[in-house]
């Protein structure tokens, strides 16, 4: 196993809303290999982006970080990111330039009033040291860099001018402009076409092998997840429900959640009924005891209601949160 | 089988105005001279990416847009009638019943002041069809058709998940037991595994109901499941269209090939499978000269940028593709 980049620990988010409290982010831990991509996949509600938003110390009110520790590791020098607070000038320091986030809608996450030039040099003026000419160039280069036509020309226009795919790749430039270590993508690719969004992640595993860059790509498809990720974490209803392989995660998933999401998806030539899970995800104030997937589990059994399964490892670095698999725990 | 529904020459255009005249500078073809038949208990799926006007194509069908041009023809009483000019009340009122849709946003489709009653049985009310108890039983009986409890009649959408309102959608346009649902993107704002199970529910309803079904989606993996038929759209034209299994398996246009490979292989393999399509999809207000497509084709000629290609059979299946080199290329389907 290779160093890690990131190692977060028993982080807990919570939301304090008058209908009680929402445990977003409930005892999570995983780990960023560098250079890998790690996948986090869930429906709606599970928490997956409130997790990355929680690296980053952004999360929206009122939530708020209870408890745990982001261990981010620059040149072997390991601090906790949750030491810093979030308006620290520590903690802008590592956001945009060692840490840097892309997300779902690039329609609305660029600004329309200035060019998508001046956006990009706001990054570069922020974390590096270069005169204006040498920013400019900067943006000239990183546009190039991902794949943007006559990018002297596009440097001056602003983000209506542009396309959703080229809208996300300015996106994209402005998150590597600093060469980030680890880059955090929120869903990057749902709010494009599917011709698009292959381009899209194609760019993104190019410029991963040629920076060495981690990846933390956050996303409900699991078809995004078989092109990109090296490992992935499960997360159902704020916590993870399974840590596994991509190879393991298509053809031998352990969690009878994990199970139905991949019977879900329609496979091409396959015209069988498709086996879905039964119910919907419960709302967050109002969990089911025991076990959070068992009132739509096909295997509950009388344990399951009673009490909340751990993590269970079986196999080389798996975790499952079943109680099916308690016997087989190493 | 019997035809249910003729499209012919369907053109929609919608006008760019600009200036203080509000003159029309230019138009958008977002329905550009399509035409294909649907037969009865099939379903034709509609794929495309965002833009090239399938929403168009449905909308205009049922009659919620006007045509500039062509005819729309439905099997009313045993005879293919033009339904997008009918002024005959009767017949109007029969179409209204017969052909319904549902729409893809399951929260800003239903309105949130109505109670689940009131909306499912809206429709039956507006047609005057049977008693107040006549119709509180039918609500009832739809409700548990797309396995709602009856309990949750008096709720409002707001009370529902996505899946349940989308299942509340449906309800809705099965209360005037039509022959034809248009489904326009009915499964894309819904999660994985709900998306499954109302997947499964359209494929019930349809064998229960003999109901046709015009499935637009941009999925092509939901569409492969769902469809019988497939038509592919680019920048307002039909370029392939033909039966599911030889689109998917023998296509004739490169972009119905360039769909394909985009479509994620899910096996757990390590390497990026994905074969790019280069560019964006171009101004519709502004298509290329010639083919459409030419400009991202990696087969283009000189012919494809002077001439736009018509729709032609291939000789190798049953597939209608617009590319002048339709059994000329070798193309690569899904499996």
Redesign the interface.
Known sequence: MGENILEVKNLKTYFHTEEGIIKAVDDVTFSVEKGKTLGIVGESGCGKSITSYSIMQLVPHPGIIENGEIIYNSNNKKVNLLDFSPHSKEMRKVRGNDIAMIFQEPMTSLNPIFTIGNQIREAIHLHQDLNEKEEKNRAVEVLKHVGISAPEKRVNEYPHQLSGGMKQRVMIAMALTCKPNLLIADEPTTALDVTIETQILKLMNDIQKELKMSIILITHDLGVIGEMADYIIVMYTGKIVEKINKRNLFNNPKHPYTQGLIDSIPTIGKKERLKSIKGTVPNLTNLPSGCYFSPRCPYKMDKCEKKQPPLFEIGDCQGVRCWLYEEEEL | MDNILEVSSLKKYFPIKKGLFKKNVAYVKAVNDISFKVKKGETLGVVG??GCGKSTLGKTIIGLLKPNEGNVKYKINGNLTKINDVTDKKIRKKINQEIQIIFQDPFSSLHPKMTVKDIISEPLDIHNIGTKENRLNKVKNLMEKVSLSSYQINRYPHEF?G??RQRISIARALALNPNLIICDEPVSAL???????I??LF?DLQKQFNLTYIFIA?D???I??ISDRVLVMYLGKIVEIGESNDI?TNPRHPYTE??L????????E?E???????G??PDPSNPPKGCNFNERCKYAKDICFKKEPELIKSRKNNNYAACHFVDEIKLNG??
Do not use: C, T, W
Request: proline share 5%; no cysteine; hydrophobic share 30%.
């Open positions: 990416e965002s998940s899946g349940q999660d994985v595994s709900v998306q499954a199970q997947m499964n494929s941009h092509l993996s939901v492969e499941y998917y360039a769909l490979s985009s479509i994620p292989e899910i096996n757990g390590e990026f499978s994905r074969v790019p399509l280069k964006d999809v899904y499996y």
